[in-house]
């Protein structure tokens, strides 16, 4: 039995903050796969890993997207890149896309 993929859209207005983050790998992996971050915005911290498709037909927003909700910045962003370096990025403005890249050297 064939199921037809469904597209949905989501219609409902933004009341906070938000701020996406789009990885470039350097080094083989150009899609960040893998990359793992960490949001501190004021006592709360967010967590995000950069995958592809998690199921069957389907594809995940490269980007990582953090709700910030009436809070204007991410206090500190922790990328933990495949090759295993750390970058702290600190201050960062709400209600943006960020491209970030990996750093050239190795950990």
């Known amino acids: 039995m064939w199921i037809s993929p469904s597209l949905l859209r989501n219609d409902s207005v933004v009341l906070g903050a938000s701020l996406q983050i789009r990885l470039r790998g350097i080094k083989g992996n150009r899609d960040a796969i893998g990359t793992q971050l960490k949001a501190t915005i004021g006592a709360q911290i967010q967590h995000r890993q950069i995958q592809s498709g998690t199921s069957f037909q389907a ?3 490269l980007r990582a997207h953090f709700g910030l ?3 204007r910045t991410i206090d500190q ?3 933990r890149w495949p090759r295993g370096q750390i970058q702290i990025l600190k201050d960062l403005n709400a209600n943006q896309i960020l491209l970030i890249e990996e750093p050239d050297e190795a950990p």
């Open 77 to 79: 962003l922790e990328i």
């Open 69 to 71: 909700g009436q809070h």
């Open 59 to 61: 594809q995940n927003d």
